[in-house]
């Protein structure tokens, strides 16, 4: 079992900057096991999207929206993933929810809401 939890949502001015911190607990097994990461998102009129996701191994992949202005970055040693999101946009604004597999299972966390004004 992996448990998710997001921090670092809030309220920011258009052009401005946000991390996002998505810190994992859980048994050491399941952590360890984590083989993929990845930032959704949600608005009250959309469906989850994703924003960021990457696999052991691979390069990020990233939504075209957010390409160029958003990093995805991982700290194994803290078991936490990242979302740098910068020249934020007021169609940003959503639910930021973290995700992870490991060992065939998917986690989500509760969510974090990030809101941009114009």
């Known amino acids: 079992q992996v448990q998710l939890v997001e921090s670092g949502g809030g309220l920011v001015q258009a052009g401005g900057s946000l991390r996002l911190s998505c810190a994992a607990s859980?048994?050491?097994?399941?952590?360890?096991?984590?083989?993929?990461v990845g930032w959704y998102r949600q608005t009250p009129v959309n469906q989850r999207e994703l924003v960021a996701f990457?696999?052991?191994?691979?390069?990020?992949n990233y939504a075209d929206s957010v390409k160029g202005r958003f990093t995805i970055s991982r700290d194994n040693a803290r078991n936490t993933v990242y979302l740098q999101m910068n020249s934020l946009k007021p169609e940003d604004t959503a639910v930021y929810y973290c995700?992870?597999?490991?060992?065939?299972?998917?986690?989500w966390g509760k969510g974090t809401l990030v809101i941009v004004s114009a």
């Open positions: 995700y992870a597999a490991s060992r065939g299972m998917d986690y």
């Open positions: 859980g048994r050491t097994s399941s952590i360890d096991g984590i083989n993929a």
């Open positions: 990457v696999t052991s191994g691979d390069s990020p």
